[in-house]
């Protein structure tokens, strides 16, 4: 069935830079998007950026000067490249998948910036 798997993040000081990636297996209908959430504990999940199927992108305005999200569909795989990235961008990181059946998540993939 339906598999995604996050990978790239990691511990990074206050400016530097890191690249997640999500792998996706197993078959789905009808993809929409492609988008990363991340969350924090006791807060609500947010979208942090999403491309669609046409490579249209939009992302949260905390985000919109320093993250790009990128897809290779061919692989059906999406990235988000994060630079100059601040402590307050520690959260775990969930890669989601957009189908017409519903969303498909990752297992997260944790985040943590110091200052």
């Known amino acids: 069935q339906v598999r995604l798997v996050e990978s790239g993040g990691g511990w990074v000081q206050a400016g530097e830079s890191l690249r997640l990636s999500c792998a996706a297996s197993?078959?789905?209908?009808?993809?929409?998007?492609r988008a990363w959430y991340r969350q924090v504990p006791g807060k609500e999940r947010e979208l942090v950026a999403i491309?669609?199927?046409?490579?249209?992108?939009n992302y949260a305005d905390s985000v919109k000067d320093r993250f790009t999200v990128s897809r290779d569909s061919a692989k059906n795989a999406v990235y988000l490249q994060m630079n100059s990235l601040k402590p307050e961008d520690t959260a775990v990181y969930y890669c989601n998948y957009k189908t017409i059946e519903g969303d498909y998540w990752g297992q997260g993939t944790q985040v943590t910036v110091s200052s």
């Open positions: 491309i669609a199927i046409d490579g249209t992108t």
């Open positions: 197993g078959s789905m209908f009808s993809l929409n998007a």
